[in-house]
């Protein structure tokens, strides 16, 4: 069960710090694109996501964009951002991930997964022993196979919450 629940929970990725990664040995970010970097589908960043990726680069944190979707979709996104890619990434099968580790040639303990679902990012992060850190959507979707993937996440989600309760 530990494998569907995240290490962290953030309400938008531009909450993720330099420090926090320091903090915690992160060297790179494994970063997903619909509903973490911008909505689903749209391909212009949301407001703030340009100037965070600006400052994690500054800082030194290594980026790279690890999606399910096409290369269609996500090399315009990416070399929009500047940032390396994976199209294609298969999650929650760990394909993706693997070939993010060996571009950014860190271990698995330096390197954070950072996206809106359990059941492709989380769990493929937690699979490969990184470091997991989920984002509320940026726009629920309104499809009922979403909707019914939303409401099974919850039970992660409040397991999540009960375990960090007052911290």
């Known amino acids: 069960m530990a494998l569907f629940v995240p290490d962290v929970m953030l309400t938008s990725v531009t909450d993720i710090t330099p420090e926090f990664l320091k903090k915690h040995g992160i060297k790179g970010l494994v970063l997903d694109v619909d509903n973490t970097l911008t909505t689903h589908g749209n391909p212009v960043p949301a407001p ?26 996500v090399k315009p996104f990416a070399d929009m951002l500047g ?10 099968l760990t394909f993706g991930f693997s070939r993010a580790r060996k571009r950014f040639d860190f271990t698995a303990k330096e390197i954070a997964v ?12 937690n699979v ?7 984002v509320t959507p940026l726009l ?24 960090h309760a007052g911290e």
């Open 83 to 92: 940032l390396p890619f994976v199209s294609m990434g298969c999650k929650p």
């Open 128 to 134: 490969k022993g990184m470091m997991t850190i989920m």
């Open 114 to 125: 950072v996206g809106d679902q359990i059941f492709t990012d989380i769990l493929g992060g």
């Open 140 to 163: 629920m979707e309104e499809g009922g196979f979403f909707r019914f993937k939303r409401k099974m996440e919850n039970r992660f989600i409040q397991k999540y919450q009960r375990k």
């Open 48 to 73: 703030g996501v340009l100037e965070w990726i600006a400052d994690m680069k500054r800082s030194g944190i290594q980026l790279m964009i690890v999606s399910n979707n096409t290369n269609k979709r």
